[in-house]
């Protein structure tokens, strides 16, 4: 089945700093999306992606849908506390379901 | 987007017994997901919840584990059922967003502890 490698599996960054994670995936996906999840809650979607080597912001949020289709970046710029959480990269496939990767854990010290 | 009202939001059950976990949503929609996550991991689809029909399960589980109901367009439930420890997850419900980002909402989710 379908797989995504999502990387770094944990950050530890200081306030104001950037961050920047990624998924690969061995298959193509036609949409990406990013999502958080803070602690006893369900993930939320932060920013989707419909074609290849689009760009997208949301704030200080910003991701990419690469050129292969197979894999995805997400940069977090200035970075403050409540960016705390865990962040999941999830592919969306013809089939309409999503493959999740397994998520990268934030911590920023302020 | 759709709002998903997810209950009960957390229990704590015996092992051999069921508990079955409701999703309400408020406004019509096709096509409802069950998730687990299993403590410290990523979403596992368990199965996508047809309204009119059997759910259609993923590989690893089975309807007589984890059955689903749908019975109309804004309503499912998973019962998780002989749970033993194993089963100890949180579990949540989803379904397509009905603005324009295309992307699925997910409700907050039912933490279960099979003790």
């Known amino acids: 089945g379908q797989q995504l490698n999502q990387s770094p599996q944990s950050m530890f960054i200081q306030e104001g700093e950037d961050v920047s994670m990624n998924c690969t995936s061995s298959s193509i996906f036609n949409t990406w999306l990013w999502y958080k999840q803070d602690p006893g809650e369900g993930p939320v979607l932060l920013i989707a992606?419909?074609?290849?080597?689009e760009l997208t912001s949301n704030g200080r949020l910003t991701a990419q849908f690469g050129i292969t289709r197979k894999d995805s970046f997400l940069n977090i710029s200035a970075s403050i506390p409540s960016d705390v959480g865990i962040y999941f990269c999830a592919g969306l496939g013809s089939n309409y379901k999503l493959t999740f990767g397994k998520g990268t854990l934030l911590t920023v010290n302020p | 987007s759709a709002v998903i009202s997810q209950k009960p939001s957390r229990d704590i059950c015996q092992r051999g017994t069921s508990l079955t976990i409701q999703c309400q949503v408020d406004s019509q929609v096709t096509m409802m997901f069950w998730y687990r996550q299993q403590p410290g991991q990523s979403l596992t689809l368990i199965a996508t919840a047809n309204q009119g029909s059997e759910a259609t399960y993923e590989s690893g589980f089975v309807i007589d584990k984890f059955p689903i109901s749908r019975p109309n367009l804004t309503f499912s439930t998973l019962t998780v059922s002989n749970m033993s420890p194993e089963d100890s997850s949180i579990y949540l419900c989803?379904?397509?967003?009905?603005?324009?980002?295309?992307?699925?909402?997910f409700g907050s989710g039912t933490r279960l502890t099979v003790v």
């Open positions: 992606l419909y074609k290849a080597g």
């Open positions: 989803s379904v397509e967003a009905r603005d324009s980002s295309y992307g699925y909402t």
